[in-house]
């Protein structure tokens, strides 16, 4: 059974940084993009960013771009998010997803994780 575990989330002031880690139980994670998620309370999902199987390619949410950035390590079959600058628009509960293929395509994913919820005090 695939399961996307992710963990790192918890309450920081606004200006600190976070980094956000997903687990997979995927034996051919390499085979995977992957990318996170957030919602926020009365808000539907959102895209936050995405990267290739190889770690090659990457895309994010421009509003984010220069704050986040994603990455992964195929050997650890682990995904991360960095989250630099954090404001308190950027509380919201992060989802890990997964989707196979060779491309930054994200959506719709194959797998969801059950989320980690961010905080951001101001």
């Known amino acids: 059974q695939v399961q996307l575990v992710e963990s790192g989330g918890g309450l920081v002031q606004a200006g600190g940084s976070l980094r956000l880690s997903c687990a997979a139980s995927?034996?051919?994670?390499?085979?995977?993009?992957m990318g996170w998620f957030r919602q926020a309370p009365g808000k539907e999902r959102e895209f936050v960013a995405a990267?290739?199987?190889?770690?090659?390619?990457?895309s994010y949410a421009n509003s984010l771009k220069g704050r986040f950035t994603i990455s992964r390590d195929n050997a650890k079959r682990t995904g991360y998010l960095q989250m630099n600058s954090l404001k308190a628009e950027d509380t919201a509960v992060y989802y890990c997803?997964?989707?196979?293929?060779?491309?930054?395509?994200?959506?719709?994913?194959?797998?969801w994780g059950q989320g980690t919820q961010v905080t951001v005090s101001s």
């Open positions: 997803a997964a989707r196979r293929g060779t491309t930054v395509l994200i959506r719709p994913p194959d797998y």
């Open positions: 995927i034996d051919d994670f390499s085979n995977y993009a």
């Open positions: 990267i290739t199987w190889s770690g090659g390619s990457t």
